[in-house]
């Protein structure tokens, strides 16, 4: 999932919500956030685009791709 950066990239990019919500639409299991905490790229903070979705992960019943 291409996630982070997405403040300003929004078109290229999704948010945190979004991302569980696309992964939960096609009953993934798994998912692996890409285009995060590389670099600062977008101005929403460093780790938020990874430590938000873990948070709620479970809720949607998905794990999330770590390292």
Not at 12 to 36: G, V, W
Request: hydrophobic content about 35%; glycine content about 6%; charged content about 25%.
């Amino acid at each position: 999932m291409p996630i982070g950066a997405y403040n300003p990239w929004r078109r290229n990019h999704c948010n945190s919500e979004e991302t569980l919500q696309m992964a939960d639409k096609i009953k993934a299991r798994h998912f692996i956030p890409i285009h995060t905490k590389t670099f600062k790229l977008g101005v929403e903070p460093f780790d938020e685009a990874v430590n938000r979705p873990l948070k709620s992960a479970p809720d949607y019943g998905t794990k999330i791709g770590l390292h």
